[in-house]
């Protein structure tokens, strides 16, 4: 209690003398302080005369003293200052015991006027005393037949603390044979038990030496210890048991003697000698429990020899042992626990009547539960009896008349939340002390269908490999309903849909009971990528909830599709093709390129060439590109070289395991006359159109391609300024899901290597497709080699290239295809312009199938993003 002051002396007299005043009409006033036991001499406790409200200079006139009883000289206050402190050492075991409050009571005397102030200083508990066990050396004797799991009684250490620094923790040195097992009753009783978990051999290891240590819960940590002698005994087979190894007693105080506290009944498996039985107290039991209670040796009963004062002590923890009469005697133990109980007359009692239950959760609020009626033999103060329920319950007692309650719901009931309740309904009478009786009332709540079957997410994202076999297992949904019994009871269904053409239990089923998913066939990535269905979780309660779950399933793809080479018009394994070649071309001359796509995706798509060597010993002077399919000169040809050369070339994708397919490339080497002469035959025999047609063609040709490139600058230009007119956001590439990249005519596609490409700007908008044209490098172009990042210049050039060609593929593919034919009518029909069109057609068809795939996805996504061609060595390369 602290007190101060604010004003002039004037003021400060003026509150004194108010205070003086109240505290000669009240005649006492109450002052509370606190300190730690084992204080050292002179701590400082409080300014007690300033807290009285008491002037220095009034101490010695007003002959201040302070008065303890039965506390001696423990506190002490100087007179010159006012400061209340510790004149001797404070060890609170010794002034309260046990005892959980612990105060020392001072009165402080005045004259002139008198007045008498009382003050309570606490006393706190501190960590100042180690568990002690009752002996150092604890002995015990097992037989060597003792079974494994048998358990031995220890006794437990003690502590003069309270609270938390007596709360004892044991630990048993590590050993083969023994375990450590504390039973926590309560705070007060901790059971300590040798427990067997190794088999003893007498012959073997006559004696054990354990060593138990008891730790205290306070800050620092006390230990104590004890040694533990186990002494193995031989031949006797079975020990004595208790049917409990606790039992609990309640006894008023002031009991006669001779009183039976219990009756003890132990049985011993044995026979003869071996079975029969004398009951003892064992020998660690304090000399207060001998005082107190004596024991029968045959019978077992407990009686009272002592008069038993509830003050003096309220609790017993008698051990007691039932040994054998073998050779050599085996002993069982047990614990009686004898509770005092403080003298009164009689006790309240307590009629539960018309029980209404179970209780439905949707209950009407004041719906009656129970009738209660309370009585008390006693009369006056004594026989006035109260009643209240346990908190925190959504019941409440209502008063119907004398000694007569009503038990009726207070608040609404939620039997998911919880399913039963204990309602202990407390009578306490008006005596002093008061006694008080209880009774329970579990109030079971009965359930409604109020929840609905739930899953644990609502949407699951399952992979699956495509060709499946028929009924594979692909996942399994599971759904909870909190409610219980047949609303509990949850049924699975599909929410039937069309896939397609196809109806969804055509694709996929579900088990009614456990949610597991099936593939009734097998699935095909290049048919079907993503299967989007819901499952429905119904359960049997009236009414029928329910509630759906969506699973999507991508179908992954697998290298089950072998390349296939577009060669000279023709599709297909093994497609052969002619070139001429002139004999003057040098080194690194584009002979022939071989083209080839495959209906996989990822790296199951990504194609390799490789030129197989011939079969002589001779090096050939072509080579192959790896990924560009290019047929070139390793060299300057010569006469020396032969004048036919039949190239074979593999082309193999990158799945596990990989596929192939080859093409055969016929190359002759000719004059340049020769060369010259053959094309000129081949163009003509191949496109028989006359030069008036050309140039009419032409003209509709460059009027297609002027309007489509005038349409495209328009819609680059509104892209542009809607870019620049939003404002910059954190990141240099928006997070997108990665789409499909296709491609038309003699533009290659890849969907597994990709490289972000954007403007820097902000987040992407849109899904664009990048393709990579199979046009020859420029001069001086640079290459960016493999494992380099393309930087920010090139990146936005490369997006502007990206938006056009997307463009093109998404929505302009006809007109994309024309501007083919324009290209190659402009370079005067180069050889092969029959088979080029038909294989931009043929690739023309691909990406318009896979674009509107590639839209379904589109609106799959909230969020879309730029797409950049696949990096086969690194850099915006392209198989074509």
Known sequence: ????????????????????????????????????????????????????????????????????????????????????????????????????????????????????????????????????????????????????????????????????????TYKLDSNDYFTLVVNSKNDENKQVELTLRKSLDREDAPEHNLLLMATDGGKPELTGSVQLLVTVLDVNDNAPSFQQSEYEVRILENSDNGTTVIRLNASDRDEGTNAAISYSFNSLVPSLVLDQFSIDANTGEIVIRGNLDFEQANFYKIRVDATDKGHPPMAGHCTVLVKVLDENDNTPQIALTSLSLPVLEDAALGTVIALISVSDLDSGANGQVTCFLTPHVPFKLVSTFKNYYSLVLDSALDRETKADYKVVVTARDGGSPS?????????????????????????????????????????????????????????????????????????????????????????????????????????????????????????????????????????????????????????????????????????????????????????????????????????ALDELDASRHRLLVLVKDHGEPSLTSTATVLVSLVERSQASKSSSHAFSGHVPVSEASLVNVNVYLIIGICAVSSLLVLILLLYLALRCSALPTVGVCGSGKRMLVCSVGSWSYSQQRRQRVCSGEGPPKADLMAFSPSLPPRPGSEVVGEGQDLNVDHGFQVSLFILLKSFICHNLVIPFMVFHIFTYITVKFPPGLHSKFQASWVAGRSCLKKTKKLKLKLKRNQTTSFLCWPLGSGDLSHTD
């Open 1 to 168: 209690m602290v007190f101060s002051w604010r004003g002039g002396p004037d003021s400060r007299r003026l509150l004194l003398s108010l205070l003086l005043l109240t505290a000669w009409q009240a005649g006492s006033g109450q002052l509370h302080y606190s300190i730690p036991e084992e204080a050292k001499h002179g701590t400082f406790i409080g300014r007690i005369a300033q807290d009285l409200g008491l002037e220095l200079a009034e101490l010695v006139p007003r002959l201040f003293r302070v008065v303890s009883k039965d506390r001696g000289n423990l506190l002490e206050v100087n007179l010159q200052n006012g400061i209340l402190f510790v004149n001797s050492r404070i060890d609170r075991e010794e002034l309260c015991g046990r005892s959980a409050e612990c105060s020392i009571h001072l009165e402080v005397i005045v004259d002139g006027p008198l007045q008498v102030f009382h003050v309570e200083v606490e006393v706190r508990d501190i960590n100042d005393n180690p568990p002690v066990f009752p002996v150092k050396e604890q002995k015990l004797f097992i037989s060597e037949s003792r079974m494994l799991d048998s358990r031995f009684l220890l006794e437990g250490a003690s502590d003069a603390d309270i609270g938390a620094n007596s709360v004892l």
């Open 435 to 635: 006694l008080w009786a209880s009774a329970s009332v579990s109030v079971e709540v009965a359930d409604v269908n109020d929840n609905a079957p739930a899953f644990a997410q609502p949407e699951y994202t399952v992979f699956v490999k495509e060709n499946n076999p028929p009924g594979a297992h692909i996942f399994t949904v599971s759904a909870v309903d909190a409610d219980a019994q047949e609303n509990a009871l949850v049924s699975y269904s599909l929410v039937e849909r069309r896939v397609g053409e196809r109806a969804l239990s055509s694709y996929v089923s579900v088990h009614a009971e456990s949610g597991k998913v099936y593939a009734l066939q097998p699935l095909d990535h290049e048919e079907l990528e993503l299967l989007q269905f819901q499952v429905s979780a119904r359960d049997a309660g009236v009414p029928a909830l329910a509630s759906n779950v969506t699973l999507q399933v991508f179908v992954l793809d697998e290298n089950d599709n072998a390349p296939a080479v577009l060669l000279a018009g023709t599709e297909g394994l093994g497609s052969v093709a002619t070139h001429l070649v002139p004999r003057s071309v040098g080194a690194g001359h584009v002979v022939a390129k071989v083209r080839a796509v495959d209906a996989d995706s990822g790296y199951n798509a990504w194609l390799s060439y490789e030129l197989q060597p011939p079969a002589g010993s001779s090096r050939s002077p072509f080579r192959v590109g790896l990924y560009t399919g290019e047929i070139s000169t390793t060299r």
